[in-house]
């Protein structure tokens, strides 16, 4: 027997625990690095297994109407399904979930059963269910300053989202506004990219969570890369913003997003430089893939293929195609040829389809390919709602209050409401809620700001809808104006001359008039996509809030205003105090200090 002395023995221990203690931190690394290496083992090996037809199948993304029979899942080997606009799949969430379970059927029959992705523009909530937690529009999470709070919005719109069949959203939408004309303004976080960065991982890591559960979804960062810095603010128009500007401005929040481990990159439709982002082969394959890392998938917006230049777009980096809308089939034939005319490198769409089956490893797809059904109870439940309307009080951002006439006296004796916003959960919501271009009338599950002020009110709420000033007796005058619902270029505002205008529309300003210097406190909330020129309206009020669109809890903003909450929510965007600051390529430059806004970035008053 080997006899130790004590100092022996001491030395050995120590140099046990050493090892031990390099043995246990080495053991998440190993893990980590095992399942990166197992899932691109199986996707290397199931790569090598596809016919090209199979593998032009896995690129191509439809609709789960018209493009389709449901036997083309299988013969054509689809590898994706989206639902945006058109017929729901079904009329409940159960109907939704079987129709997918349908059709994921027919692509396991196929003879390498590969799943399906199914992907949805769930942003902000799954906004396509009626039903659904519909929480305010990213402007809205943007003036929360708070990413917790965009964190758990996310995970609860990944838990409705695959209630409802999916497990893939096409959000968030990270683009750096540079100028309010444009109609998507809202779905972006904040003129402000060191904000948006913050908001983009906490929106992918809320999303995708571990990504494998079946309670969260792959996230899409979009729309690579311009879309809100097009020259006039235009939807799918060119930015001749030069490349530092873009890769110090709006590069950051990709970089933020792949770190985070974003899975899906939408690439936009506008034109950098004059050249059409989809065939932009150096911002996608150079710079978004090779410098940055990313390994997920680069998906084409709506008919990519066909609109911004076929085979180029493939060769620019696209790995899977939007072929709905009658693209399937030129999409298709069109690759093929492509392919066996050298046009297109073999290599190319393979390196395509792994970066699709990667995804669908990681997101446990092969394992666990449908939906689960035991989710659906929690769609619009009260934890949800009680999220949503949390996010709608910080989104508030109190601009003025004058005399302190905030917050309203509970006991008001009588208090008169004024304006359709007030009382219609369809106007505040705006576009992108129910259906694509949003809905003008109440939906299901939510309430509006005048059931909110009723809640909470003592004495009596009047509603006057079109403000007809027969209530000048009241103590309280609550304005609720604003824009209507538009989704992409309809929200375009252009020369303006179109429907939407960058001031309130004249029947808005006489609401405000009807009540304004009548002896009554009037209180004006400003439902809006983005800040709107409201110069002479916030003179003539005493108090004006923005309140963007918050979505499905509308009852919330009520709980501010009558001071149960503080006022938290800080301008995400510098507000523009004239319309003629808009005269030039990006609006009022406020970045440059061209122009002085009428509230800078960050503004926000408190009780
Ligand atoms: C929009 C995208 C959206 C896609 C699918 C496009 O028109 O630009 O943001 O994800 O449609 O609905």
């Known amino acids: ?98 129709r997918f379970i349908t059709l994921q059927k027919k692509a ?20 396509t269910f009626e039903g659904a937690t519909i929480f305010p529009h990213n402007i809205g999470m943007g003036a929360t300053h708070n990413s917790k709070l965009v964190q758990e ?10 209630a409802t069949g999916f497990n893939w959203t096409f959000s968030p939408c990270i683009a750096i506004p540079y100028n309010e004309k444009w109609g998507r303004v809202y779905e972006a976080f904040s003129e402000s990219t060191e904000l948006t960065e913050e908001m983009a991982i906490a929106s992918v890591k809320g999303h995708q969570g571990k990504l494998s559960d079946s309670s969260t979804v ?26 530092k500007e873009v890769s110090e401005r709006l590069l950051p929040p990709y970089r933020a997003a792949v770190k985070a481990g974003v899975g899906s990159i939408m690439v936009s439709f506008n034109a950098m430089s004059n050249k059409a982002m989809h065939a932009h082969k150096e911002l996608i394959t150079d710079t978004l893939k090779t410098s940055m890392g990313f390994d997920g998938i680069v998906v084409t917006d709506w008919k990519g293929y066909s609109r911004f230049g076929k085979n180029d777009i493939i060769n620019a980096g696209v790995d899977m195609v939007m072929a709905v809308d009658g693209d399937l089939a030129f999409f298709q034939n069109g690759l093929k040829k492509g392919i066996d005319s050298e046009y297109v490198a073999m290599e190319r769409v393979n390196d395509a389809v792994k970066r699709i089956l990667r995804q669908k490893f990681r997101l446990g797809l092969f394992k666990n390919p449908f939906p689960n059904a035991s989710l659906i109870q929690q769609i619009g439940s009260s934890e949800h709602r009680a999220k949503a309307r949390q996010a709608v009080r910080e989104s508030l951002v109190l601009l003025k209050n004058q005399d302190k006439v905030l917050p309203i006296d509970k006991s008001a004796k009588k208090i008169v409401v004024v304006g359709e916003h007030a009382n219609n959960s369809g106007l505040q919501s705006g576009g992108w809620t129910i259906a694509w271009q949003g809905v ?7 309430t509006t700001i ?90 003539q009020t005493d ?24 006022f938290t929510g800080k301008l995400p965007h510098s507000w523009p105090k004239y319309e003629k600051d808009f005269e030039g390529t990006y609006g009022p430059n406020f970045w440059n200090n061209t122009i002085t806004p009428l509230y800078e970035f960050g503004y926000g008053l408190t009780y």
Request: hydrophobic share 40%; aromatic share 8%.
């Open 450 to 539: 005048l059931d909110g002020i009723k809640k909470i009110a003592k004495g009596d709420v009047v509603y006057d809808m079109d403000a007809t000033g027969n209530h000048l007796d009241a103590d309280v005058a609550i304005i609720v104006v604003g824009e209507t619902p538009y989704a992409e270029v309809f929200g375009d505002i252009g020369d303006g001359n179109g429907t939407y205008k960058l001031s309130l529309s004249e029947k808005h300003k006489s609401y405000i008039q009807n009540y304004s210097n009548k002896g009554i406190d009037v209180i004006v909330v400003l439902i809006s996509g983005r800040p709107l020129v409201v110069t002479p309206e916030i003179v």
């Open 440 to 446: 003008k009338q109440n939906y299901k599950g939510a």
């Open 108 to 127: 396991l029959s196929t003879r390498l059963g590969i799943p399906l992705l199914f992907g949805v523009d769930a942003v902000h909530g799954q906004n």
């Open 218 to 243: 792959m996230a899409t960062a979009k729309h690579y890369i311009g879309d809100g810095s097009t020259d006039f603010g235009i939807e799918g128009g060119n930015t001749s913003l030069n490349l």
């Open 153 to 162: 919005a996310a995970e609860i719109t990944a838990i409705e989202t695959q």
């Open 543 to 566: 108090a004006f809030v923005a309140a963007w669109l918050p979505g499905s809890e509308g009852d919330g903003i009520a709980e501010v205003l009558f001071g149960d909450f503080n």
């Open 1 to 98: 027997m080997i006899q130790l002395n004590s100092s022996t023995l001491n030395k050995i221990i120590l140099i046990s625990f050493f090892f031990y203690a390099l043995s246990s931190c080495q053991k998440p690394l190993e893990k980590l690095v095992t399942e990166d290496t197992i899932i691109e083992k199986k996707v290397d090996s199931l790569l090598s297994l596809m016919t090209l037809e199979e593998k032009i199948g896995q690129m191509s993304q439809v609709r789960h109407f018209s493009d389709i029979t449901d036997e083309d899942i299988a013969t054509k080997f689809i590898g994706s399904v989206i639902h945006t606009q058109g017929p729901t799949p079904g009329k409940d969430a159960e109907e939704w979930q079987a």
